[in-house]
């Protein structure tokens, strides 16, 4: 009964492939998110998804695009694999709950990925 | 461009102490700020707060807002050994045209020592 769930959780690619992170949430959020966690620990947001239409793509190269087959899956893929791509990748997911002016976000368990 | 900071950056302590992490913020159009605690894998959601001066209590752990002075705290009492992780502040803006991602601080590492 996992809220939010990712495969793989380990992925080791040599540069210059291309590879796709699963992202699924079963909690009835609204909007799903990508955020990438770099070696110093710090999380930085890549992508967020509302209704099936990217709300945010913070400078991210397009070599990244989120797919979102529908509200409960936002799929990450990756082309052209580059070592600076080395990061875990955390999927998470959010509702807005407007008239009580309150928000949550849940994140996944994350995907560490190796590029060699 | 929004920022949030965290201070200390790392804090190591004995079992039994109290402890006060630090968030500053400065957003345009702030909804809400949230902690989360990480240990070795993804965050985990601890605390949101969106109103000034209201203490969010959960356990051995509490936060407070103060939207005035754009700065939150997370206390921690009787640490445990398990408390130890990377403590992150987060804050949410609003952009208007609906949900925006969380602008995260760089954390707070906590290492409690037996």
């Known amino acids: 009964d996992t809220a939010v769930s990712q495969t793989p959780k380990y992925l080791v690619t040599q540069m210059g492939n291309d590879k796709s992170i699963k992202c699924e949430q079963n909690l009835g959020h609204d909007t799903m998110y990508w955020y990438k966690q770099d070696s110093k620990k710090f999380l930085k947001i890549m992508f967020s998804y509302n209704n099936k239409e990217l709300i945010i793509n913070e400078t991210v190269p397009n070599r990244f695009s989120p797919k979102s087959p529908d509200k409960a899956h936002l799929n990450l893929h990756i082309n052209s694999l580059e070592l600076g791509d080395s990061a875990v990748y955390f999927c998470?997911?959010?509702?807005?709950?407007?008239?009580?002016?309150?928000?949550?976000?849940?994140f996944g368990p994350g995907t560490r990925l190796t590029v060699t | 461009e929004d920022k949030v900071v965290q201070s200390p950056l790392s804090l190591v302590v004995h079992e039994g102490d109290t402890v006060t992490l630090n968030c500053s913020y400065e957003v345009t159009n702030f909804r809400s700020l949230l902690w989360y605690k990480q240990e070795k894998k993804a965050p985990t959601f601890l605390f949101m707060l969106t109103s000034s001066g209201i203490e969010k209590k959960s356990g051995r752990l509490s936060s407070i807002l103060d939207k005035k002075e754009l700065f939150s705290i997370l206390n921690i009492t009787a640490t445990q050994t398990g408390d130890s992780a990377i403590y992150l502040c987060a804050v949410e803006a609003s952009s208007g045209g609906g949900a925006d991602g969380l602008t995260f601080g760089k954390g707070t590492h906590l290492i409690i020592q037996p």
């Open positions: 998470a997911s959010s509702k807005i709950f407007a008239w009580a002016h309150k928000y949550e976000q849940y």
